[in-house]
């Protein structure tokens, strides 16, 4: 089965939540300390955008890029990377949508 728009939180933790994790990491930094770093009050967000729940705000990738001491620009080809996987996804979910609904 094709994966629907709702099933992405897979491709968002592939592309961007293991980035993350692999900078916070290397940055020697807890998701706490990430997380209180950007004025979060709980690790839960940064967590989140870890395992592929969410992603992060565009607002905080300035401040974020800085935390981790990573170029921008790896942080925008991460997105970039997410954003197109989903793309793609949904682009094969509505094909076989309406493969499907042709048959009947």
Not at 61 to 83: F, H, M
Not at 90 to 104: C, D, N, P, Q, V
Request: positive net charge.
């Amino acid at each position: 089965m094709r994966k629907t728009p709702y099933e992405v939180s897979g491709i968002r933790q592939r592309t961007v939540g293991r980035a993350l994790k692999l900078w916070r990491e290397r940055a020697n930094l807890s998701q706490r300390d990430v997380a209180m770093a950007l004025g979060y009050t709980t690790a839960q967000f940064v967590s989140n955008w870890e395992r592929g729940v969410a992603l992060p705000p565009f607002s905080v990738l300035p401040k974020l890029c800085r935390i981790l001491s990573v170029p921008p620009k790896e942080i925008i080809v991460a997105v970039e990377t997410c954003q197109d996987q989903m793309h793609k996804a949904e682009m094969e979910y509505l094909t076989a949508l309406f493969k499907g609904s042709s048959k009947r």
